[in-house]
């Protein structure tokens, strides 16, 4: 399946504790992050006499020290009047509160995103809990990997995020904001994380895409022990179908990581049809019944560790569920407490050597 050929207009990346104008009022900033995917794409909207921000970084005080040089050098005098978070993980959200409190700025969220970031900040558990240890044991973790897991503890939400302010403006699908004169409509995916939002302007024909699209890499959909028996993938499929549906293919993409870029639906479909390759391959590898754990090497094709093997076995099961949901897939309890899958379509070929890839962005996921 080849990547299709995108158009990236800047080349050039805002240094840390600078900005960029990539759109009329729009102004393009990162911020680091300690992980494999190294940075975030954050959006000042100008907005009369203040700045409407999308997105914050993640909490720490180099996210903050580059901050301040923002706010010395880059914000014209004005301050920043709201805060917008496009979804719930640490990247997003981490600073939120700082920069709220500071600039004495609401907090504008949907609902889902801002009651689960409360509820992951209220976590204070630290040894990992039997749900969870039964949820690893029944994706077909190896004891030794899950004795590695173990040792890395539960929780850790709120060690990058800063405390959320005890109120925000609830953002729903379809509003529309009035930021600098134009309008910006609201539009919400789900999958990626339960209600994301992303703003579209038609006067621009920008989008601002948060996860929910990026040019490079495939964001990160996964089961977890909270909700073990959901099906995000089902929902991340229907929300690029929708976006499809609802947005122009000539609109010019901000996303959170990586450059902006023209050529949303051709992505939109390329990044359908890698998760539909996805689950072809794990349904054709079902014709003997498979663990979660088994199937990895179908989904990705280089070597993990402990802790990738966490948010991969994730991923695996967001494919799998799909399947069930579909009809393709039947789970069963072994004599060993694991769950396996079983194709339901007696017609398939086993495939002797499945092809892995390596594309689900497993960094950002941080619950």
């Known amino acids: 399946m080849d990547k299709p050929s995108l158009t990236y207009p800047f080349d050039d990346l805002p240094a840390p504790g600078t900005t960029r104008v990539i759109a009329p009022g729009i102004k393009w900033l990162q911020m680091p992050l300690p992980f494999a995917l190294d940075h975030i794409n954050l959006y000042l909207l100008e907005d009369g006499d203040g700045w409407v921000l999308v997105d914050t970084g993640i909490r720490g005080d180099k996210t903050r020290d580059f901050w301040l040089q923002i706010f010395d050098n880059e914000l014209d005098g004005k301050p920043i009047t709201r805060v917008i978070a496009t979804h719930m993980h640490p990247d997003h959200l981490g600073q939120a509160g700082w920069l709220c409190r500071h600039f004495n700025a609401p907090l504008l969220m949907s609902r889902t995103e801002y009651f689960y970031a ?219 407490g694991r769950y396996r899958y079983r194709s339901i379509d007696p017609s398939l070929p086993a495939r002797a050597d499945p092809e892995g890839h390596d594309s689900p962005d497993l960094a950002p996921l941080m619950v």
């Open 118 to 336: 409360r509820t992951f900040s209220n976590e204070n558990a630290r040894v990992l809990p039997p749900e969870a240890i039964q949820f690893y044991e029944r994706g077909g973790i190896p004891e030794p990997i899950l004795a590695e897991i173990r040792s890395r503890g539960w929780g850790g939400f709120s060690n990058n995020v800063e405390p959320l302010p005890i109120g925000y403006h609830r953002l729903i699908d379809n509003q529309v904001l009035t930021i600098g004169g134009r309008q910006w409509r609201v539009v919400t995916g789900s999958g990626h994380s339960p209600e994301h939002v992303c703003l579209y302007c038609d006067e621009l024909d920008v989008l601002i895409s948060g996860d929910q699209v990026l040019p490079r890499i495939t964001s990160n959909v996964s089961v977890n022990a909270n909700e073990p028996e959901e099906d995000p993938l089902h929902y991340w499929l229907d929300s690029h179908h929708k976006f499809l549906a609802l947005l122009p293919d000539t609109a010019f993409v901000l996303p959170s990581h990586n450059r902006p870029f023209y050529g949303l639906h051709a992505r939109l479909i390329y990044l359908i049809d890698h998760h539909e390759d996805r689950m072809l391959a794990c349904e054709e590898k079902c014709v003997t019944p498979q663990t979660a754990h088994d199937l990895l090497p179908v989904m990705f094709s280089r070597e993990l560790d402990s802790f990738q093997i966490m948010l991969a076995l994730g991923e695996c099961i967001a494919h799998l569920h799909c399947l069930m949901g579909r009809g393709r897939l039947e789970r069963f309890l072994d004599q060993d």
